[in-house]
């Protein structure tokens, strides 16, 4: 997806023939714990894991969480 797009969850629940309110409460849930997932994660990683790829796997559920909250606005 292009970082300037803005993610369609609702349309795509919709097309797929998925409750819109039910995808609402599940994105909502998923926002209400993403730092806490986050958090748990760098704080479990093994010290051997590199520190580039944790970085970009964070970075990425940084950004994925950010849009999510954009779009809810």
Same mark, same amino acid.
């Given at each position: 997806?292009?970082?300037s797009?803005?993610?369609d969850v609702l349309?795509?629940?919709q097309a797929c023939r998925?409750? !819109?309110e039910e995808m609402e409460t599940i994105v909502g849930?998923?926002?209400e714990r993403m730092d806490e997932v986050i958090q748990a994660v760098t704080n479990q990683r093994p010290s051997s894991f590199p520190d580039? !790829?944790?970085g970009?796997?964070?970075d990425g559920m940084r950004e994925a969480r950010d849009r999510?909250?954009?779009y809810r606005q």
């Open positions: 997806m292009e970082k797009k803005k993610p349309g795509t629940a998925f409750p !819109v849930r998923l926002l580039d !790829v944790a970009s796997i964070l999510l909250i954009r």
